[in-house]
């Protein structure tokens, strides 16, 4: 028997996911909530570029609440919002709903974002019966799953770093390209994303993450950063970046461990590819590093069907949350980590060219 899901908005991730569900064999589609009005009664198929397929969009939460399903895939936006999108999450949950979510990053780690957090959620599992992951590409799989299984492969080692070397500029969140990372901005405001502790409060789940599985107690997360300007103008999705305006990024959130960083997740973005040389260079790919015995370099690259790697990126976000409902459907009650699941396989995904 098929596990029903809802897919809980249709915007840069749930797109993806809403096809994913329609796709796999497994999975069975109850429902839709979107958030804006031109969607509401909008077939699912043609959210996502899919056959009509029967089931319409809502704008209603109680009537999504009362659907009979097994599971939420949640990617609502909540890089501003992260604490409303938790109240929203524990109602899915007390509703009986398991819930699969990218949304609120940090939660990779369920205790990364405190004890009232965390009780809120806890409080939801047990009053639904309900499980809640939180997962994705970055952070998720790319750097947490990918370097933890390296790591089975060292003798020693004495760091680990996880890059992301992505080009944005076809990157379709300009709200999250231009506000929250503050692209096109002077460089001497600060957005969001770089407001302190802020990215801690994103990737240091990631960090504990990691450290859990690695049996490692951490001194403190640091982060670090740097940007570069504009050289040129640049036109990206409707908005001009001006010459002397940022338009490269690199970020850095470290976990310490005997005075010095042994777990290192490192971003670095830029909207054109000539910027800052000396920075990283990639083919729009994450990279673990391992400094051991022995060394070990993976290069872990991605595209969409029509070969854009951040696209690829975003694509990799909703398979990694959709292929896991099955197990955490399966999964006990309660909070779960990457660390709760076992190996996700492509089963049952294999189609002719």
Same mark, same amino acid.
């Given at each position: 028997?098929?596990?029903?899901?809802?897919?809980?908005?249709?915007?840069?991730?749930?797109?993806?996911?809403?096809?994913?569900?329609?796709?796999?064999?497994?999975?069975?589609?109850?429902?839709?909530?979107?958030?804006?009005?031109?969607?509401?009664?909008?077939?699912?198929?043609?959210?996502?570029?899919?056959?009509?397929? =029967?089931?319409?969009?809502?704008?209603? &939460?109680?009537?999504?609440?009362?659907?009979?399903?097994?599971?939420?895939?949640?990617?609502?936006?909540?890089?501003?919002?992260?604490?409303?999108?938790?109240?929203?999450?524990?109602?899915?949950?007390?509703?009986?709903?398991?819930?699969?979510?990218?949304?609120?990053?940090?939660?990779?780690?369920?205790?990364?974002?405190?004890?009232?957090?965390?009780?809120?959620?806890?409080?939801?599992?047990?009053?639904?019966?309900?499980?809640?992951?939180?997962?994705?590409?970055?952070?998720?799989?790319?750097? %947490?799953?990918?370097?933890?299984?390296?790591?089975?492969?060292?003798?020693?080692?004495?760091?680990?770093?996880?890059?992301?070397?992505?080009?944005?500029?076809?990157?379709?969140?300009? #709200?999250?390209?231009?506000?929250?990372?503050?692209?096109?901005?002077?460089?001497?405001?600060?957005?969001? +994303?770089?407001?302190?502790?802020?990215?801690?409060?994103?990737?240091?789940?990631?960090?504990?993450?990691?450290?859990?599985?690695?049996?490692?107690?951490?001194?403190?997360?640091?982060?670090?950063?740097?940007?570069?300007?504009?050289?040129?103008?640049?036109?990206?999705?409707?908005?001009?970046?001006?010459?002397?305006?940022?338009?490269?990024?690199?970020?850095? &959130?470290?976990?310490?461990? =005997?005075?010095?960083?042994?777990?290192?997740?490192?971003?670095?973005?830029?909207?054109? %590819?000539?910027?800052?040389?000396?920075?990283?260079?990639?083919?729009?790919?994450?990279?673990?590093?391992?400094? =051991? &015995?022995?060394?070990?370099?993976?290069?872990? #690259?991605?595209? %969409?069907?029509?070969?854009?790697?951040?696209?690829?990126?975003?694509?990799?976000?909703?398979?990694?949350?959709?292929?896991?409902?099955?197990?955490?459907?399966?999964?006990?009650?309660?909070?779960?980590?990457?660390? %709760? +699941?076992?190996?996700?396989?492509?089963?049952?995904?294999?189609?002719?060219?």
């Amino acid at each position: 028997m098929a596990y029903r899901v809802i897919q809980w908005s249709t915007g840069n991730v749930g797109r993806y996911a809403l096809r994913q569900i329609l796709d796999h064999p497994e999975l069975e589609l109850a429902g839709v909530w979107v958030h804006g009005e031109a969607k509401h009664g909008e077939d699912a198929g043609a959210l996502c570029g899919r056959a009509e397929t =029967g089931v319409r969009a809502t704008r209603d &939460v109680e009537a999504v609440l009362a659907m009979d399903a097994d599971c939420v895939v949640y990617t609502a936006t909540a890089d501003r919002r992260p604490f409303d999108a938790v109240h929203e999450i524990a109602r899915i949950l007390a509703s009986g709903k398991n819930v699969v979510s990218s949304s609120v990053v940090g939660l990779v780690h369920p205790h990364h974002l405190g004890a009232r957090v965390r009780a809120q959620l806890e409080e939801a599992c047990t009053k639904g019966d309900s499980s809640f992951l939180t997962s994705g590409i970055d952070p998720g799989f790319a750097n %947490d799953v990918l370097p933890l299984l390296l790591s089975g492969l060292c003798g020693t080692w004495q760091e680990i770093r996880i890059q992301e070397i992505v080009n944005y500029a076809s990157y379709a969140q300009p #709200e999250v390209i231009f506000d929250t990372m503050g692209f096109g901005k002077p460089l001497a405001h600060t957005p969001v +994303l770089l407001m302190k502790g802020a990215l801690s409060f994103a990737w240091g789940g990631t960090i504990r993450l990691l450290a859990d599985g690695l049996g490692l107690t951490l001194d403190e997360i640091r982060e670090v950063h740097e940007r570069r300007p504009a050289t040129q103008r640049l036109d990206i999705q409707g908005h001009v970046v001006e010459p002397g305006t940022m338009a490269a990024l690199r970020f850095e &959130v470290q976990g310490v461990v =005997g005075g010095r960083p042994v777990l290192v997740v490192e971003h670095v973005t830029r909207l054109d %590819d000539t910027l800052a040389p000396e920075w990283e260079h990639g083919n729009g790919s994450y990279r673990v590093l391992v400094k =051991g &015995v022995p060394g070990m370099r993976c290069e872990f #690259e991605f595209w %969409d069907e029509h070969g854009d790697h951040a696209v690829g990126g975003v694509v990799l976000t909703a398979t990694r949350l959709v292929n896991a409902i099955p197990a955490v459907c399966a999964a006990p009650p309660g909070l779960l980590s990457a660390l %709760d +699941l076992p190996l996700l396989t492509g089963k049952g995904l294999l189609r002719a060219p």
